[in-house]
């Protein structure tokens, strides 16, 4: 792709090239640094070319936000999940203007709805920055990504193209697993689902034969929704056979932890969030506030931390915080509750150890201490893999190899100072970025909504003041992200429509 010039007015004295920015990844990170990216330089008045690259049919949507079933639904309430970290009421706005006029910021909505929200926000922001910026969608993947002679980067695409980019920003969302813990008769097996937010994926699964799920997670949670029917039981097994705790259905406001933490080594640190947790529950009756309240602190903390002592969390501590961490919805709660109750969900500790043919197709899984579970499917749901390249993306895989990016903290993601990739060689001299899991490694906690937008606008401003400073523009108009920002009547066409609609501007 070349560089596309400003078409000068009678008074300008040079030309000044539109300069590019590709975003890698259309889905709720991608599509949040391309809202961000589109009112900051229209409100700033900086001429830009937008790509993204994505091969999904609708931007914002991604695997998390795909899904129609309405039973799924966000495990963050409404209030959490607005675009703009200064105007959190701006998603339960949406959801009024859109049919759901009595939704309150403690509601828990529908996975679906708030992939509609992403997209049509990236669509009425594509829209109101027309003219200043200029937006395209590639609907392929990129696969490679490499210095460009101009000093700026070229993106290799899986059709044979290429993007040249003045930065570039990789928003590719969670890395797929190896499923490294499946035995290989399993892994060959066709009644072993590996990636069950896959499109189809789950299609033959049907609604008759038991399941067992891998994983005892958020992922397994929702596949236990999805999957549940009379006469199925539905099994689940992890290494400590925990489901994540809910949600309060009236939560309490965060209580602060006590400072100092960020001092602490690991075992010293264990010891005060205890107590805090324990204050909490006495003074409040409920644990939750004291989590909460750690939320924002978390980075700080990992980062205090040494490597052994990262790697003692992950081996000793991950499990339980992520269980009470990463919480269910009240009503996702109460319909696993009834499933148990009814025996129609099964949830062990375990770990398995082989697979065989079964004689009626299915297959029988055996386990480390000596039990056997006849199933007609296991599903993978153990998560993303926590390696940059972990799924074997060529585009990551051929950064750190070609040294354009280093792997994170004990191999967990990359290196990267404000999203900004270190190199090989520990530099950020490249104008390439990243957020949300990729930077798990220096964060952990950095794989939500609210973690991900504040990063997407960080990413924003980190972006467009290179673009001033190499291109020329404005520097002097912006304000707040989010600030006075609310919305027209929906159109007819909905946002699905229009976010397409904007696109097909520049198409």
Same mark, same amino acid.
């Given at each position: 792709?070349?560089?596309?010039?400003?078409?000068?007015?009678? &008074?300008?004295?040079?030309?000044?090239?539109?300069?590019?920015?590709?975003?890698?990844?259309?889905?709720?990170?991608?599509?949040?640094?391309?809202?961000?990216? !589109?009112?900051?330089?229209?409100?700033?008045?900086?001429?830009?070319?937008?790509?993204?690259?994505?091969?999904?049919?609708?931007?914002?949507?991604?695997?998390?936000?795909? $899904?129609?079933?309405?039973?799924?639904?966000?495990?963050?309430?409404?209030?959490?999940?607005? !675009?703009?970290?200064?105007?959190?009421? =701006?998603?339960?706005?949406?959801? !009024?203007? =859109? #049919?759901?006029? $009595?939704?309150?910021?403690?509601?828990?909505?529908?996975?679906?709805?708030?992939?509609?929200?992403?997209?049509?926000?990236?669509?009425?922001?594509?829209?109101?920055?027309?003219?200043?910026?200029?937006?395209?969608?590639?609907?392929?993947?990129?696969?490679? !990504?490499?210095?460009?002679?101009?000093?700026?980067?070229?993106?290799?695409?899986?059709? #044979?193209?290429?993007?040249?980019?003045?930065?570039?920003?990789?928003?590719?969302?969670?890395?797929?697993?190896?499923?490294?813990?499946?035995?290989?008769?399993?892994?060959?097996?066709?009644?072993?689902?590996?990636?069950?937010?896959?499109?189809?994926?789950?299609?033959?699964?049907?609604?008759?034969?038991?399941?067992?799920?891998?994983?005892? #997670?958020?992922?397994?949670?929702?596949?236990?929704?999805?999957?549940?029917?009379?006469?199925?039981?539905?099994?689940?097994?992890?290494?400590?056979?925990?489901?994540? /705790?809910? =949600?309060?259905?009236?939560?309490?406001? *965060?209580?602060?932890?006590?400072?100092?933490?960020?001092?602490?080594?690991?075992?010293?640190?264990?010891?005060?969030?205890?107590?805090?947790?324990?204050?909490?529950?006495?003074?409040?009756?409920?644990?939750?506030?004291?989590?909460?309240?750690?939320?924002?602190?978390?980075?700080?903390?990992?980062?205090?931390?040494?490597?052994?002592?990262?790697?003692?969390?992950?081996?000793?501590?991950?499990? @339980?915080?992520?269980?009470?961490?990463?919480?269910?919805?009240?009503?996702?709660?109460?319909?696993?509750?009834?499933?148990?109750?009814?025996?129609?969900?099964?949830?062990?500790?375990?770990?398995?150890?082989?697979?065989?043919?079964?004689?009626?197709?299915?297959?029988?899984?055996?386990?480390?201490? #000596? @039990?056997?579970? /006849?199933?007609?499917?296991?599903?993978?749901?153990?998560?993303?893999?926590?390696?940059?390249?972990?799924?074997?993306?060529?585009?990551?895989?051929?950064?750190?190899?070609?040294?354009?990016?280093?792997?994170?903290?004990?191999?967990?993601?990359? &290196?990267?100072?404000?999203?900004?990739?270190?190199?090989?060689?520990?530099?950020?001299?490249? *104008?390439?970025?990243?957020?949300?899991?990729?930077?798990?490694?220096?964060?952990?906690?950095?794989?939500?909504? *609210?973690?991900?937008?504040?990063?997407?606008?960080?990413? $924003? /401003?980190?972006?467009?003041?290179?673009?001033?400073?190499?291109?020329?523009?404005?520097?002097? $108009?912006?304000?707040?992200?989010?600030?006075?920002?609310? %919305?027209?009547?929906?159109?007819?066409?909905?946002?699905?429509?229009?976010?397409?609609?904007? %696109?097909?501007?520049?198409?």
């Amino acid at each position: 792709m070349s560089v596309v010039p400003v078409v000068p007015s009678p &008074s300008c004295e040079a030309v000044r090239p539109r300069p590019t920015v590709a975003v890698v990844g259309a889905g709720a990170a991608g599509a949040l640094v391309a809202i961000h990216l !589109c009112e900051s330089a229209a409100r700033r008045r900086i001429p830009l070319d937008l790509v993204l690259v994505d091969p999904a049919p609708e931007a914002g949507r991604g695997a998390a936000y795909a $899904t129609e079933d309405p039973e799924l639904r966000l495990n963050v309430p409404v209030g959490g999940m607005s !675009c703009y970290p200064d105007d959190p009421d =701006h998603f339960r706005r949406w959801l !009024c203007l =859109h #049919g759901e006029s $009595t939704v309150t910021a403690r509601d828990f909505a529908s996975r679906y709805r708030y992939g509609s929200y992403l997209a049509g926000t990236l669509g009425r922001a594509v829209i109101a920055a027309h003219g200043t910026v200029s937006v395209r969608r590639l609907r392929t993947r990129a696969t490679g !990504c490499a210095d460009a002679a101009d000093g700026g980067l070229e993106l290799s695409l899986a059709d #044979g193209a290429t993007v040249m980019a003045h930065s570039v920003v990789l928003a590719t969302g969670p890395a797929a697993g190896r499923a490294g813990w499946a035995p290989a008769e399993l892994v060959a097996s066709d009644r072993f689902v590996r990636h069950p937010w896959t499109p189809g994926a789950l299609d033959a699964v049907g609604t008759s034969g038991d399941v067992l799920l891998v994983g005892t #997670g958020l992922t397994a949670v929702d596949l236990a929704l999805a999957l549940d029917r009379p006469g199925r039981t539905v099994y689940a097994v992890s290494r400590d056979g925990l489901l994540p /705790q809910a =949600h309060a259905v009236a939560p309490l406001p *965060p209580v602060p932890p006590p400072p100092g933490l960020a001092a602490l080594p690991l075992h010293l640190l264990r010891r005060e969030v205890t107590r805090h947790v324990a204050a909490t529950r006495r003074a409040h009756g409920d644990w939750r506030p004291a989590l909460d309240g750690l939320r924002p602190e978390i980075g700080r903390l990992w980062q205090g931390l040494t490597d052994d002592e990262r790697a003692e969390f992950l081996g000793r501590d991950a499990s @339980r915080w992520n269980v009470h961490r990463h919480r269910m919805a009240p009503a996702a709660a109460e319909t696993i509750a009834r499933a148990r109750a009814a025996d129609r969900l099964r949830v062990h500790a375990g770990r398995v150890v082989s697979a065989t043919p079964h004689e009626d197709g299915g297959l029988v899984v055996s386990f480390a201490d #000596g @039990r056997e579970l /006849q199933v007609a499917w296991v599903v993978d749901c153990t998560g993303p893999g926590l390696a940059a390249d972990a799924g074997g993306d060529p585009l990551w895989s051929g950064l750190l190899t070609d040294g354009l990016a280093a792997a994170g903290p004990l191999g967990i993601g990359v &290196s990267t100072v404000r999203g900004r990739l270190l190199d090989g060689r520990g530099h950020r001299e490249r *104008p390439l970025f990243t957020l949300g899991a990729p930077r798990r490694g220096e964060l952990w906690e950095t794989t939500a909504i *609210p973690e991900i937008r504040t990063q997407a606008l960080e990413i $924003t /401003q980190s972006v467009l003041a290179g673009l001033i400073g190499a291109h020329g523009g404005r520097g002097d $108009t912006d304000r707040p992200a989010g600030s006075g920002y609310d %919305f027209p009547p929906a159109p007819p066409g909905g946002p699905s429509s229009l976010i397409d609609d904007a %696109f097909s501007v520049k198409q």
